[in-house]
C-alpha cells in the first residue's frame, strides 16, 4: 500500500516539476529582485499544498531517526529501548526545523511564479479535475511507457528491415 502512496507522490513531484519548467518557459517569471507580497507568499504555500509538493519530506526526519536507532542499536543491543527514546526525543525536538525548509520552499515558488501563475496551479490542483490528474498520472505514466516500448519495438524493427533493403539496393551487403 505505501507503495503505492510513494509511486503517487513521486508522480505529483513530476506533474509539478514539469508544470514548473513549462510556466517558467512559457511566460514571464517573478523578478530575482521583485519584493515579494504576504499575497505572493500565500498563494506560494496554498500551491504547495495543492500539488503535495513538499508532502516528501515529511518523511525525511522519520527515517533519519530510523536510520540512527539502527546504527546505535547494532552496536549497542543492550540498551535499545534507551536509544529509541532518545533518538524519538531528539527526532522531536528537531521537528520545529520543518518550518523554515516549508518557508524557503515557498520562496523558491514566488522566485519561480507569478501571482497569478500560483494561483492557477493551486485552482488546477485543488479541482476534481487536478486531483484526478494527480491520482491517475502514475496509472498514465505505465501505460505511456507500455505504449512508447510497443512503438520503439516496431520502429527497431522497421528500421532494421528498411535499411537491410536500402543497403541490398545500393548493393553494399
Not at 508544470?19 to 515579494?36: G, M, R, Y
Not at 519530506?57 to 536509544?83: C, M, Q, V, Y
Request: charged share 25%; aromatic share 6%.
Amino acid at each position: 500500500m505505501n507503495h503505492g502512496k510513494n509511486i503517487i507522490a513521486a508522480t505529483r513531484n513530476v506533474c509539478v516539476f514539469v508544470i514548473a519548467i513549462w510556466l517558467v518557459t512559457t511566460s514571464s517569471f517573478a523578478q530575482e529582485n521583485q519584493e515579494v507580497t504576504p499575497e505572493h507568499l500565500d498563494a506560494a504555500k496554498a500551491a504547495m499544498v495543492a500539488t503535495g509538493a513538499t508532502a516528501r519530506l515529511d518523511k525525511i526526519l522519520p527515517e533519519l531517526a530510523a536510520f540512527t536507532k539502527t546504527g546505535l542499536i547494532a552496536n549497542r543491543p543492550d540498551i535499545e529501548s534507551e536509544i529509541s527514546n532518545i533518538v524519538d526525543e531528539v527526532a522531536i525536538s528537531l521537528a520545529a526545523r520543518r518550518g523554515p525548509l516549508e518557508d524557503e520552499v515557498a520562496a523558491i515558488y514566488t522566485r519561480l511564479f507569478s501571482l497569478e501563475e500560483l494561483q492557477t496551479i493551486d485552482t488546477f490542483f485543488s479541482s476534481e479535475a487536478g486531483t484526478k490528474f494527480l491520482t491517475l498520472t502514475p496509472g498514465l505514466f505505465r501505460e505511456i511507457d507500455e505504449a512508447a516500448k510497443v512503438w520503439r519495438a516496431g520502429l527497431t524493427r522497421d528500421m532494421a528491415q528498411m535499411v537491410q533493403k536500402k543497403l541490398s539496393e545500393a548493393n553494399l551487403q
